[in-house]
C-alpha cells in the first residue's frame, strides 16, 4: 500500500508517493493557475515512474492550509475525487504542523506562510505545541514581534526568509534549513493519519480569518 500526498496550498505545491519504506517519488508543482489541469497527470506520471498501479495507493493526505483559497479548493477537491473513486481513506493535515515537523530540532518555532499583499499568517510553537491557532498580521507587524523575541526562535516556512531578511538585526532569531522554507508533498504524506469517520466527506480547508490581528500598538 502506498500514500498519496497532495500540497496545493501555495504558489509552489507538489505531489509524492510513500511507500512502507519511505518516498517513492515526488514532483514540485509551481504553476497554481493550472493546478487543476495538471495534478491527476502529474499523480499518474508519478505512479509510472514508481511502476505502481492506481489501485495500490491506500490512503491519500492533503495540506488542508492556511494557503491559497483556490489552490486549497483544489487539491482537496482532487483528493475527495481519488479517495470516493477508490474507496480509500483521506486524512488532512493542517500546513502549519507540516512545517512545524521539518525544524524538529528547533525547540520554539515560528511558522510564516505568505498571504495576500502585506499579510502573513502566522503560528508560533514551543515544542510540538501551538502557542494559539493560525493568526495573520501585516509584515510590519510581524517585524515587530520578532524584534522582541527574548529567546532563540527558528523561522520557518515559505514566507520566512523574506521576514528574516527585513530584519537589520536578527538576535536570537533563526532561519530554518532550507527544506523547512518550502511546501513538502511527502511531509503531508507522512503527516497524514486516517481518522475516524469518513473524512471524504468531513474534510473541509482550513480559511484563516483575512483580517489582521491588532497589535498592541494599533488599540
Given at each position: 500500500?502506498?500514500?498519496?500526498?497532495?500540497d496545493?496550498?501555495?504558489?509552489?505545491?507538489?505531489?509524492a508517493l510513500?511507500?512502507?519504506?519511505?518516498?517513492?517519488?515526488?514532483r514540485?508543482?509551481?504553476?497554481?493557475?493550472?493546478?487543476a489541469?495538471r495534478?491527476?497527470?502529474?499523480?499518474r506520471?508519478?505512479?509510472?515512474?514508481?511502476?505502481?498501479?492506481?489501485?495500490?495507493?491506500?490512503?491519500?493526505?492533503?495540506?488542508?492550509g492556511p494557503?491559497?483559497?483556490?489552490?486549497?479548493?483544489?487539491?482537496?477537491?482532487?483528493?475527495?475525487?481519488?479517495?470516493?473513486?477508490?474507496?480509500?481513506?483521506?486524512s488532512?493535515?493542517?500546513?502549519?504542523?507540516?512545517?512545524?515537523?521539518?525544524?524538529a530540532?528547533a525547540?520554539?518555532?515560528?511558522?510564516?506562510?505568505p498571504s495576500?499583499r502585506d499579510?502573513?499568517?502566522v503560528?508560533?510553537?514551543?515544542g510540538?505545541?501551538?502557542?494559539g491557532?493560525t493568526?495573520?498580521?501585516?509584515?510590519?507587524?510581524?517585524?515587530?514581534?520578532?524584534?522582541?523575541?527574548?529567546?532563540?526562535?527558528?523561522?520557518?516556512?515559505?514566507?520566512?526568509?523574506?521576514?528574516?531578511?527585513?530584519m537589520?538585526?536578527?538576535?536570537?532569531?533563526?532561519?530554518?534549513?532550507?527544506?523547512?522554507?518550502?511546501?513538502?508533498?511527502?511531509?503531508?504524506?507522512?503527516?497524514?493519519?486516517?481518522?475516524?469517520?469518513?473524512?471524504?466527506?468531513?474534510?473541509?480547508?482550513?480559511?484563516?480569518?483575512s483580517?489582521?490581528?491588532?497589535?498592541s500598538?494599533?488599540?
Open positions: 500500500m502506498i500514500t498519496l500526498g497532495l496545493t496550498s501555495e504558489a509552489l505545491g507538489g505531489v510513500l511507500g512502507p519504506g519511505g518516498l517513492c517519488s515526488e514540485s508543482l509551481d504553476e497554481p493557475v493550472r493546478y489541469e495534478l491527476l497527470s502529474v499523480v506520471e508519478l505512479l509510472d515512474e514508481s511502476r505502481r498501479a492506481v489501485g495500490e495507493i491506500g490512503t491519500v493526505s492533503v495540506n488542508l494557503g491559497s483559497f483556490t489552490g486549497l479548493r483544489i487539491g482537496l477537491a482532487t483528493a475527495k475525487g481519488i479517495c470516493q473513486a477508490l474507496r480509500i481513506p483521506l488532512g493535515v493542517d500546513g502549519s504542523f507540516v512545517y512545524r515537523s521539518l525544524a530540532s525547540s520554539r518555532v515560528c511558522v510564516v506562510i495576500r499579510l502573513v499568517y503560528r508560533w510553537f514551543v510540538v505545541r501551538p502557542r491557532p493568526v495573520v498580521l501585516r509584515e510590519r507587524d510581524l517585524d515587530e514581534k520578532l524584534r522582541q523575541e527574548p529567546r532563540e526562535l527558528t523561522l520557518v516556512g515559505s514566507g520566512a526568509a523574506a521576514a528574516y531578511e527585513r537589520s538585526q536578527h538576535g536570537g532569531v533563526r532561519l530554518g534549513q532550507p527544506e523547512a522554507l518550502r511546501p513538502s508533498a511527502a511531509t503531508v504524506g507522512r503527516l497524514g493519519m486516517p481518522g475516524a469517520g469518513d473524512g471524504v466527506y468531513r474534510l473541509e480547508p482550513i480559511y484563516v480569518e483580517m489582521p490581528v491588532e497589535t500598538r494599533e488599540r
